[in-house]
């Protein structure tokens, strides 16, 4: 279940883009009561977002963006696909390797995304939008020169910047759905502390007694 409160159709109403997009989406059906999207996925984050119509009606512009952008679909959908894989987002990842699929894409690219920078699978335009990604997701833009020289190279200026646009806004979605537990990322965290029946954890029990005098004083 995700964290926030799902909204119905009711709720909704009959007008504007949520209304719109709940018909496109469920159909006729009541998402919280009959969910799930033609494309498999429970459809939550739809009505986990619609707790609010400004956020809603933003994040369906922001997809907007596809359809006017000039920057090439594969290009697009590698950064996509990398920034759910890199930032852990089962949704993101799982959806993006689909639209890779869509778009003609070898299962073989698809599944190298994961590890690119060993792969043979990329042309050099390609490793460098991969490469920016990680930048963008990992290091919280800080990204070498090299990389962006590579990118301007073969890219305007205007899909640069559509490119930084829409990599970053899938970094907010991966963080966002793995933060609100939708869709795919409804999952327990994995990291916790591991308990063995008849373990003693004596040999980690250290004490300032237990320093050597010649490190005490480092």
């Given at each position: 279940?995700?964290?926030l409160?799902?909204v119905s159709?009711a709720?909704?109403?009959?007008?504007?883009i949520r209304?719109?997009?709940?018909n496109l989406?469920f159909?006729d059906?009541?998402?919280?009561v009959?969910?799930g999207?033609?494309?498999g996925?429970?459809g939550?984050?739809?009505t986990?977002?619609a707790?609010?119509?400004?956020?809603?009606d933003?994040?369906v512009?922001?997809?907007?963006?596809?359809r006017k952008a000039?920057?090439?679909p594969?290009l697009r959908?590698?950064a996509?696909t990398?920034?759910g894989?890199v930032?852990e987002?089962h949704?993101?990842?799982?959806?993006?390797?689909k639209a890779m699929?869509?778009?003609?894409?070898?299962?073989?690219?698809?599944?190298a995304?994961?590890?690119?920078?060993?792969?043979?699978?990329?042309?050099?335009l390609?490793?460098a939008v991969l490469?920016?990604?990680d930048?963008l997701?990992?290091q919280a833009?800080r990204?070498?020169e090299?990389v962006?020289?590579?990118?301007?190279?073969?890219?305007?200026?205007?899909v640069?910047l559509e490119?930084?646009?829409?990599a970053?806004?899938?970094l907010m979605h991966?963080v966002m759905?793995?933060?609100l537990?939708t869709?795919?990322?409804?999952?327990d965290?994995?990291?916790?502390e591991v308990?063995?029946?008849?373990?003693s954890?004596d040999?980690?029990?250290?004490s300032?007694?237990d320093?050597?005098?010649?490190?005490?004083g480092?």
């Amino acid at each position: 279940m995700p964290r926030l409160r799902e909204v119905s159709r009711a709720e909704v109403g009959d007008e504007g883009i949520r209304a719109a997009m709940y018909n496109l989406l469920f159909g006729d059906r009541d998402p919280v009561v009959e969910p799930g999207t033609s494309t498999g996925t429970p459809g939550d984050w739809w009505t986990v977002f619609a707790n609010s119509e400004l956020v809603f009606d933003h994040a369906v512009a922001g997809f907007g963006v596809y359809r006017k952008a000039s920057l090439d679909p594969i290009l697009r959908e590698l950064a996509q696909t990398r920034a759910g894989y890199v930032m852990e987002s089962h949704f993101v990842y799982s959806q993006h390797c689909k639209a890779m699929r869509g778009l003609g894409e070898s299962e073989e690219r698809i599944a190298a995304i994961a590890h690119w920078q060993v792969s043979d699978q990329f042309d050099e335009l390609e490793r460098a939008v991969l490469a920016y990604t990680d930048c963008l997701c990992l290091q919280a833009g800080r990204v070498p020169e090299p990389v962006f020289d590579v990118l301007r190279a073969s890219l305007s200026d205007e899909v640069i910047l559509e490119l930084t646009y829409i990599a970053s806004l899938y970094l907010m979605h991966a963080v966002m759905a793995r933060a609100l537990r939708t869709e795919w990322d409804d999952v327990d965290d994995r990291m916790s502390e591991v308990m063995v029946d008849g373990a003693s954890d004596d040999a980690l029990r250290i004490s300032a007694d237990d320093t050597d005098d010649d490190t005490a004083g480092e």
